[in-house]
């Protein structure tokens, strides 16, 4: 049964690929290695799943990995201002979430094609970021436990990973929201005819990948105790969308 389960052929694979760069090099499973793997693969991890509602849907958002580098700024800024860190950080969030409904108006109510409107917001953004910050990195504000929960801790940023997959894993399979998202996907007029409010699910899940976009880009400036306009970006983006492909998610939607 477990060899039947569309996820074996990858976790196949991936152990073979652990076999052997353990061949070439004794180190890799080392605690200390595993820690970088584990870490970097996190922030990955948590872009697939906003790629992933959104992919689902049958589209595309291009704009997740500039928001990465915009929401810690908007964060810094409130800090700055006197935000206690707390809702300076929920600032970051909400920028996100500004951008996500950009996103899902351009798209749902202007009838842009998501590739497009994403796109536009990719390079509006990344130009904010840019002009707000002069182009120079800063230091993450903050200290304490606070910024230790938020990702300066060494596992954080894997906890946080941890979690949002398993939050949107049941948002997804086990509630109604991820239930009318996947049948949005696999017919939206079929959906639009049976009560489904079609607008609304698309509209929420371009919000909620903005918002993850922002939140790992948040949890990794804490973790790097930096943060740099250019970080994220499309590198993190194609990664993203890579691991969601590669973990089982059609590009057709559905």
């Given at each position: 049964?477990?060899?039947?389960?569309r996820?074996?052929?990858i976790?196949?694979?991936?152990?073979?690929?652990?076999?052997?760069f353990q061949?070439?090099?004794?180190?890799?499973?080392?605690?200390?290695?595993?820690k970088v793997?584990?870490?970097l693969?996190?922030?990955i991890?948590?872009?697939?799943?906003?790629?992933?509602?959104v992919?689902?849907?049958?589209?595309?958002?291009?704009s997740?990995?500039?928001?990465?580098?915009?929401?810690?700024f908007?964060?810094y800024?409130?800090y700055q201002?006197?935000?206690?860190?707390?809702?300076?950080?929920?600032?970051?969030?909400?920028?996100?979430?500004?951008?996500?409904?950009v996103?899902?108006?351009?798209h749902?109510k202007?009838k842009?094609p998501?590739?497009?409107a994403?796109?536009a917001?990719l390079?509006?953004?990344?130009?904010?970021t840019?002009?707000?910050?002069?182009g120079y990195?800063?230091?993450?504000p903050?200290?304490?436990?606070?910024?230790?929960l938020?990702?300066?801790?060494?596992?954080?940023?894997v906890?946080?990973?941890?979690i949002?997959?398993?939050?949107?894993?049941?948002?997804?399979?086990?509630?109604?929201?991820?239930?009318?998202?996947?049948?949005v996907?696999?017919?939206?007029?079929?959906?639009?005819e049976?009560g489904?409010?079609?607008?609304r699910?698309?509209?929420?899940?371009?919000v909620?990948?903005?918002?993850?976009?922002?939140l790992?880009?948040?949890?990794?400036?804490?973790?790097?105790q930096?943060?740099?306009?250019?970080?994220?970006g499309?590198?993190?983006?194609?990664?993203?969308i890579?691991?969601?492909?590669?973990?089982g998610?059609?590009l057709?939607?559905?």
């Amino acid at each position: 049964r477990i060899f039947r389960q569309r996820e074996s052929g990858i976790a196949i694979v991936a152990v073979l690929l652990i076999i052997v760069f353990q061949l070439l090099n004794n180190s890799f499973l080392s605690l200390a290695n595993l820690k970088v793997v584990f870490q970097l693969s996190a922030e990955i991890a948590i872009v697939a799943v906003a790629e992933v509602m959104v992919m689902v849907l049958g589209e595309i958002d291009l704009s997740v990995g500039n928001v990465f580098a915009f929401s810690p700024f908007i964060m810094y800024f409130a800090y700055q201002a006197g935000m206690p860190l707390i809702l300076a950080v929920v600032a970051g969030l909400v920028a996100a979430l500004a951008v996500g409904l950009v996103n899902g108006l351009l798209h749902v109510k202007l009838k842009v094609p998501s590739f497009i409107a994403t796109l536009a917001t990719l390079y509006a953004v990344k130009g904010l970021t840019l002009v707000i910050s002069n182009g120079y990195p800063v230091t993450t504000p903050g200290s304490g436990w606070l910024t230790g929960l938020l990702g300066a801790s060494p596992w954080a940023i894997v906890w946080w990973a941890v979690i949002v997959a398993a939050v949107w894993h049941f948002l997804l399979k086990h509630n109604k929201f991820g239930i009318y998202t996947i049948a949005v996907g696999s017919n939206a007029v079929g959906s639009r005819e049976v009560g489904i409010p079609t607008d609304r699910i698309r509209m929420v899940n371009f919000v909620l990948a903005a918002l993850l976009g922002g939140l790992v880009g948040i949890v990794e400036s804490f973790h790097v105790q930096s943060i740099d306009p250019l970080a994220g970006g499309t590198s993190i983006l194609l990664q993203g969308i890579a691991a969601a492909v590669i973990g089982g998610t059609a590009l057709t939607g559905g």
